[in-house]
Structures are given as structure tokens and as C-alpha cells.
């Protein structure tokens, strides 16, 4: 005869190393953590992000950045067009001519950015 009753199944939440995480905590650190020293509360750890974005953001922009920004788009310009188009030398004078108008095109879009948040600062009086 049939079995008409289904057996229960249960969850099998062992890992292959033998560890088992009970339901409902398996994204938490557990409390007693030395990872965190750091921050260790939520309100902590925002105000600490805030607090590295704000000095972030009232840097004076340099060339460096600029340029930096710039060779990583030309890099990605230059494999891209040498993958496409299957000519490395394509890729590369284009990569140079890129390189070339992004290098001031960054750091001035960087530099109107800035002073317009250095306006905005100085208008609430922060």
C-alpha cells in the first residue's frame, strides 16, 4: 500500500566543516568579537563614515588624482578597442588621445565640483 502521510523533511544547515548556525543569527558577529574595537556600535561606525567622507570631500583636487583617474579610463579604453576591433595600435593612440583631453577634463570637473561644495558650506555656515 502507498504511504499517503509525507515524512517530514528537515533542514540540513551544517556546513561541510561541521559548523551549525542557528536560524536567524547567521549574518550577526557575535558579540564578544575582537574584530570590534573599531566603532564598535552602528551610530559609531556612521558617524566614523561621515566623518571620513566629510574630510574627503573638503580636499583641494590635485593633478595627481586627475591623472590617476584618467589612466584607469584609458586603460579600460584601450583594452576595450583592442578587444573590439582587434588592433592593439588602434587602442593605444586612442588610448593616448583619451588620456590626453580626460587628464584636464578631470581635474577641472573636480575643481568645479569642489568649489561649488565649498559654496554650499560657506552658505549654511558649516
Known amino acids: 500500500m502507498a504511504q499517503t502521510k509525507r515524512?517530514?523533511?528537515?533542514?540540513?544547515?551544517?556546513?561541510?566543516?561541521?559548523?551549525?548556525?542557528?536560524?536567524?543569527?547567521?549574518?550577526?558577529?557575535?558579540e564578544h568579537s575582537a574584530k570590534r574595537t573599531k566603532g564598535s556600535t552602528k551610530l559609531e561606525g556612521r558617524a566614523l563614515a561621515q566623518q571620513r567622507r566629510e574630510d574627503r570631500m573638503n580636499r583641494v583636487p590635485t593633478w595627481r588624482g586627475a591623472l590617476n583617474r584618467a589612466a584607469l579610463a584609458a586603460i579600460v579604453l584601450v583594452v576595450f578597442i583592442s578587444v573590439?576591433?582587434?588592433?592593439?595600435?588602434?587602442?593605444?593612440?586612442?588610448?593616448?588621445?583619451?588620456?590626453?583631453?580626460?587628464?584636464?577634463?578631470?581635474?577641472?570637473?573636480?575643481?568645479?565640483?569642489?568649489?561649488?561644495r565649498q559654496r554650499r558650506k560657506q552658505a549654511t555656515g558649516r
Open 7 to 30: 515524512k517530514r523533511k528537515r533542514r540540513h544547515r551544517g556546513t561541510q566543516a561541521g559548523t551549525i548556525e542557528r536560524a536567524g543569527r547567521t549574518g550577526k558577529p557575535p
Open 84 to 116: 573590439v576591433q582587434k588592433d592593439i595600435r588602434a587602442g593605444i593612440v586612442m588610448g593616448v588621445i583619451a588620456l590626453i583631453i580626460y587628464v584636464p577634463m578631470s581635474y577641472y570637473t573636480d575643481m568645479a565640483l569642489y568649489r561649488r
